[in-house]
């Protein structure tokens, strides 16, 4: 009787225990997609909506005072060409032709420093309290902040400044180019700071 009874409990044993590690692997694999895949954004409107309070408004003004920051040396550049233009009996004129390409490329190492500097902001931005992080959390770095100013500039161009209008329909209140890279702009008055771990030295 036992040697007849032990092969089926052995069997119901093994497809018990069969079924509870598919069920472990199973919720092992759903726990991988949820928390080892892509990472949650880390802020949320719902919860924190002081984080994203005025931020389209702000948002204009700072991008205002940076136009006027990117102008100055242009338009300090512009005068000593003309000036030694007239010194040089016309040949320095020449050197105009550099300021188109020497604008670019000012804009983008302004936005690329200031967004991936310490603050994650520009200097507009750092005056109207805002502050670049990427959706789960993380501070901007160099190439992100030249692509941001990059692709803003590129979706206003080809798809008119009407394109803006995507931020009203927003909880965090994210612009066509935010969204594309990852991005999103909050109060940096009202963030909590991230912990940073204590040193052992």
Excluded: K
Excluded at 48 to 57: A, H, K, S
Excluded at 154 to 168: D, Q
Aim: hydrophobic share 50%.
């Amino acid at each position: 009787m036992s040697y007849s009874g032990s092969p089926n409990g052995s069997r119901g044993a093994s497809s018990a225990g069969g079924a509870s590690s598919a069920g472990g692997a199973s919720s092992a694999g759903d726990a991988w997609r949820s928390e080892g895949g892509i990472p949650p954004h880390a802020f949320d409107p719902d919860l924190e909506p002081e984080l994203f309070r005025g931020v389209l408004t702000r948002r204009v003004f700072a991008c205002l005072i940076d136009l006027v920051v990117l102008a100055v040396p242009v338009i300090l550049a512009c005068i000593f060409i003309a000036i030694f233009g007239v010194v040089t009996l016309g040949l320095g004129w020449a050197l105009f032709w550099l300021v188109s390409p020497a604008s670019i490329l000012w804009a983008l190492v302004y936005y690329g420093s200031s967004l991936g500097g310490p603050h994650s902001a520009t200097l507009g931005m750092r005056l109207m309290d805002l502050e670049l992080r990427t959706w789960y959390g993380a501070p901007g770095y160099f190439v992100l902040g030249a692509a941001h100013a990059l692709v803003f500039w590129m979706s206003i161009s080809f798809l008119t400044p009407l394109v803006l209008l995507v931020g009203l329909f927003n909880g965090r209140r994210r612009l066509l180019h935010d969204i594309l890279l990852g991005t999103v702009v909050i109060n940096s008055s009202v963030r909590v700071a991230v912990p940073q771990p204590a040193r052992t030295w």
